[in-house]
């Protein structure tokens, strides 16, 4: 049988490695990919024309003609005419579950919403097809106006309404006050905090780092359903070039991916860490007594690391205030200094790479001062523990000390670059330069690129949206969010490939279009390298390889 060809336009994930061309005699690939632009990503930027694929691996990377040595009977050719090709994407931190959830939420997203009167419309529709005393729970989007409770109750007296600003704020009406115990003198959970009228003490409404508190309370979907739902927002990302995705499941969500693997379903590689959300005690089963650690598992789901929260969202973030001062602080910190010390040691010890949720800069002090009492007590090569949020500057500035602290102790800052796009005034930040990408790339760091997404900015699912803010540093109205700490367009491809890579101990595998690499690629509608900066957002994946096979679009 003769070769088969590909058309470039099939939507679909396209598997990479790279390095030397073959020659006369050479074994056959099972794919070629040939007349490209082949941005490999390698430690030297090579640009190349071709890519040999056998085996869901990287075979050879070189010229078109060195490549098609490689052409047997049964090899699949796709002539990429000009087209430029990527690595597949690696999105370092999201939440798979917590999208799959939104999908299932009612959407008061403003816009498209005008304001708080379409919403409440929207709330109204809502209750008007829902029995009395059924849970409504509607999402919004970060630094978007919602009702107030009083409001809410306008509309929906009998039912309880969560309206969530973020995984991390939301508004509840009284029904949904009075259902969960929350009145005048109650004590939220430890790190959680219930805003109040300053005059009555009384419940505005509004709480923060409460999401279990109100979660438990609405039916669950069945296991089939969410089985669906996680596999359409796997798919959403894989139709975004991401090939792989570094996610923090619940136990079921772990069950699900497993049930999904074994069944060859999984559409996307993923590396799931595990949430401890309590005290050190919580986890000494899983972590010490039965021995799994970080990188166990195969090519398409892997275990990564452990994930502990020092802090909140940016009001309940420990930050020293005033700024500039290093003995008084706020915040609704989650671990004492010892207590935090204690949980990192174990989970080092244990093999683990941690990775802390510290938005303040209180709280990376805090977990600067774990990581480096655990690797001197106990030396272990190259740990790469993370900084989630570190270098957002949403709560305090993260220091030129801290900085080169990371560097020294090799610890990853974890940013979000996606969200310069909702404005220096949304999004609340305390320092006068947020997302200090150029910054931490001159300190030696390599931040991955994130969308952290839990619907709540659907954009940010997309990498290249997300590289746009980072390089243009544009926002939804218009301005620039500091310009400043702009980093180039190879930066930008560098983090959401060979340095998202790198963040999760991945580097071997993938990132970057090399030989002997697994053969994830995104083929693209332009070139992001000569594009104007402003049109990076609107490059399309037309087709992607995954595991060396044109997969089919959503």
């Known amino acids: 049988m003769g070769r088969t060809r590909i058309p470039v336009s099939v939507a679909a994930i396209l598997l990479a490695g790279q390095l030397t061309a073959g020659a006369i005699g050479a074994e056959s690939a099972d794919l070629l990919l040939l007349q490209g632009k082949v941005i490999t990503v390698d430690a030297k930027d090579t640009i190349a024309e071709a890519v040999a694929i056998k085996d869901g691996h990287i075979l050879a990377v070189g010229s078109t003609a060195e490549i098609e040595n490689y052409a047997g009977p049964k090899t699949q050719v796709m002539k990429l005419n000009g087209k430029a090709v990527l690595p597949g994407f690696i999105d370092a931190h999201t939440h ?59 509309v929906a007296p009998a039912n309880p309404v969560v309206l969530r600003e973020s995984a991390h704020v939301q508004i509840l009406n009284s029904a ?169 040691m174990k989970a080092h010890k244990a093999g683990f790479q941690v990775w802390t949720h510290a938005l303040g800069d209180k709280a990376q002090d805090m977990i600067l001062d774990a990581y480096e ?13 993370r900084i989630e949020h570190a270098g957002n500057q949403e709560a305090g500035p993260t220091t030129a000390e801290q900085l080169d602290r990371m560097k020294r102790l090799g610890v990853i800052p974890v940013p979000t670059g996606a969200w310069i796009y909702l404005g220096h ?54 301005e620039l969010n500091g310009p400043s700490e702009a980093i180039s367009i190879k930066e930008a491809i560098r983090s959401y490939t060979i340095d998202g890579a790198y963040s999760g101990f991945e580097e071997h595998l993938k990132g970057s279009i090399e030989r002997g690499k697994l053969a994830d690629l995104n083929v693209l509608s332009a070139d992001p390298l000569t594009v104007p900066s402003d049109q990076i957002k609107d490059i399309k994946v037309v087709t992607t390889v995954l595991d060396g096979k044109v997969v089919p679009g959503p």
């Not at 929350?182 to 505005?204: L, W």
Request: no cysteine; aromatic share 10%; proline share 8%.
């Open 96 to 154: 798979l579950e917590g999208i799959a959830a939104f999908h299932r939420m009612l959407d008061v997203h403003a816009p498209p919403l005008k304001g708080v009167v379409e919403i409440l419309q929207k709330v109204q529709a809502r209750v008007k097809s829902s029995k009395q005393g059924e849970w409504i729970v509607g999402a919004g989007g970060w630094g978007q106006a919602l009702p107030t409770r009083q409001q809410l109750d306008s």
């Open 176 to 344: 949904a006050l009075r259902e969960l115990g929350i009145k005048k003198g109650y004590q939220p959970p430890r790190g959680g905090h219930v805003f109040t009228d300053p005059k009555t003490g009384e419940p505005t409404g509004k709480i923060q780092e409460m999401p279990g508190v109100w979660a438990d309370k609405v039916p669950a979907p069945s296991y089939e359903a969410r089985r669906q739902s996680l596999r359409e927002v796997m798919e959403y990302f894989r139709s975004m070039g991401v090939t792989t995705v570094y996610d923090f499941p619940s136990g079921d969500g772990m069950k699900i991916y497993q049930d999904m693997r074994d069944a060859g379903e999984l559409p996307i590689r993923l590396r799931y860490q595990i949430i401890l959300t309590g005290q050190p005690a919580a986890f000494g089963d899983f972590v010490i007594h039965y021995g799994p650690r970080t990188g166990f598992g195969d090519d398409w789901l892997r275990l990564g690391g452990i994930k502990l929260f020092v802090d909140g969202e940016t009001e309940s973030a420990v930050r020293y205030e005033p700024p500039g001062q290093r003995q008084r602080w706020v915040g609704d910190v989650r671990y004492t200094q010892q207590e935090l010390n204690d949980i990192v």
């Open 373 to 385: 009492a655990a690797e001197k007590a106990d030396p272990r090569p190259d740990p790469r523990h």
């Open 425 to 478: 005034a949304a999004f609340k930040t305390q320092a006068p330069v947020p997302f200090i990408y150029k910054t931490m790339l001159a300190h030696g760091l390599r931040p991955p690129g994130t969308s952290d997404s839990l619907g709540s900015m659907p954009e940010s699912m997309s990498p290249f949206f997300s590289m746009w803010t980072i390089v243009t540093r544009k926002t939804r109205g218009g």
